[in-house]
């Protein structure tokens, strides 16, 4: 079955760091590019990062710039987002995203989900 | 930095028709997609390429954009389509990223 997991979230304090992970089953995850998108609680859908199919680009939102890394690890077939420095206003649900095409796909939007992984940040 | 602006809430009589705007500058120009998001349920993608459907989705939903405005459109609306709605679309200037909308609550009358 073709699915996103993620993992990795958590109650983190400000300032801190840490890491979450998206495995893919079912397909190769180098042959998309891939995104990270985030929802605070009641609020609305925040992309955060791409992650080019051959891994050479990344794109990330003024919001995270500079405190957050997008990277994959081909062997895993897993997509991560390392976050530093975490803030209040990190507090969300994250998911990564697929698009339906392998290959560039800006226009296509996200037809694959994973269920997201929960990080609250708070002291 | 670029923004996608829809209306807060949108309210339909179940059988009846419902129109979701999405604005923003020259978004004609740029491709939208749209999502339905059921609470504690991951987004859905309805519509990508402003007018064309994945498959499995009802041909009640469809999409159009033009000038500074993509619309969703969903014909005869059932109970089951009460969700949050997001449009989405990908800009390039000054730098790229995603755009998402702020979002509109569907409800089902």
């Known amino acids: 079955e073709v699915q996103l997991a993620e993992s990795g979230g958590g109650l983190v304090q400000p300032g801190g760091s840490l890491r979450l992970s998206c495995v893919a089953s079912g397909f190769t995850l180098r042959s998309y590019e891939m995104n990270w998108v985030r929802q605070a609680p009641g609020k609305g859908l925040e992309w955060v990062s791409y992650l080019s199919s051959s891994g050479g680009t990344m794109y990330y939102a003024d919001s995270v710039k500079g405190r957050v890394t997008i990277s994959r690890d081909n062997v895993k077939n897993a997509l991560y987002l390392q976050m530093n420095s975490v803030r209040a206003e990190d507090t969300a649900v994250y998911y990564c995203a697929r698009p339906p095409h392998s290959g560039y796909s800006a226009y296509d939007g996200f037809d694959l989900w994973g269920q997201g992984t929960k990080v609250i940040v708070s002291s | 930095s670029y923004e996608l602006t829809q209306p807060p809430s949108v309210s339909v009589f179940s059988g009846q028709t419902a129109s979701i705007s999405c604005s923003g500058d020259?978004?004609?120009?740029?491709?939208a997609s749209w999502y339905q998001q059921k609470p504690g349920q991951s987004p859905v993608l309805v519509i990508y390429q402003s007018t064309k459907r994945p498959s499995g989705i009802p041909a009640r939903f469809s999409g159009s954009n033009s000038g500074n405005t993509a619309t969703l459109t969903i014909s005869g609306t059932q109970v089951t389509d009460e969700a949050d709605y997001y449009c989405q679309a990908w800009d390039t200037s000054p730098g790229n990223s995603y755009v998402f909308g702020t979002g509109t609550k569907v409800t089902v009358l």
């Open positions: 020259e978004l004609g120009r740029k491709h």
